[in-house]
């Protein structure tokens, strides 16, 4: 209901949740068994979206934005992921992005974040983790992540990555390719799926995707390359 892009504005809950019931009672109805995840870091929204029959929660900045929503995760023994972000989506870009260390200080705010929530009555296993590609990082620093995503697996979680036709990706086709413009968003699916394969090789269990089919397609052979004896 909310956007996360770069530069984008704080919505109210009121407003957020206008936004997102009606999509889940309308997908609820259609699809009785499929499984919905709400993406909002706030409690109110995110309990309307659990009585609706939201399943799963993706939290950007984890309890840091709004610590009562682990309380309301505890009651209803939902999954969450905890994704990563420096500073602030209308912020979070700008400037100079620094870290000591990114994967690093990555891993502190997760076992921050977990040891938070375990605190208030959680379980471990309910954890995700997701590091948040370009949610405030440099072109250098999202693919420091992806080539390190192993580095996570310390955690013992799941790992969840999201690089689909993320703007680095055009930075990074722009500068190689000696294009005079980014490519578009949607012109960004062979740079997607070969981020994605990376991350998947190191340990990426979930995948977030705005191709879906040929992201299903291209991780099915994949597999089967990675899983043939």
């Known amino acids: 209901g909310e956007s996360t892009r ?3 504005e704080f919505i109210s809950i009121k407003e957020e949740i206008k936004r997102v019931i009606p999509v889940i009672k ?3 109805c259609n699809f009785p068994n499929i499984f919905i ?5 706030k409690a109110e929204v995110v309990g309307a979206a659990i009585l609706e029959g939201a399943n799963m929660v993706n939290s950007i900045g984890g309890f840091s934005f709004d610590p009562s929503l682990a309380l309301l995760l505890r009651k209803n023994d939902l999954p969450v992921v905890i994704y990563h972000i420096k500073g ?3 912020d979070m870009q700008k400037g100079e992005i620094i870290y000591r260390d990114v994967v690093e200080d990555i891993k502190e705010f997760f076992e921050n974040q ?11 296993e309910q954890f995700i983790i997701d590091p948040g590609i370009g949610f405030g990082k440099s072109v250098s620093q999202n693919l420091a992540i ?8 310390s955690l013992g979680l799941p790992i969840c990555i999201g690089v689909s036709r993320k703007s680095h990706l055009g930075v990074i086709l722009q500068k190689e390719l000696k294009f005079s413009i980014p490519p578009l968003p949607t012109e960004r699916l062979e740079a997607s799926l070969a981020e994605t394969a990376v991350a998947v090789l190191n340990g990426a269990k979930i995948v977030r995707t705005h191709d ?3 992201t299903k397609k291209f991780l099915t052979v994949l597999d089967k390359l990675k899983n043939e004896n």
């Open 6 to 8: 770069p530069n984008s």
């Open 26 to 28: 309308k997908i609820r």
């Open 37 to 41: 995840s709400i993406d909002s870091y």
């Open 88 to 90: 602030k989506p209308k």
């Open 114 to 124: 977990i040891s938070f929530g375990i605190s208030k009555g959680l379980k471990r």
């Open 146 to 153: 992806v080539k390190k995503l192993s580095e996570f697996k």
């Open 212 to 214: 879906v089919l040929q």
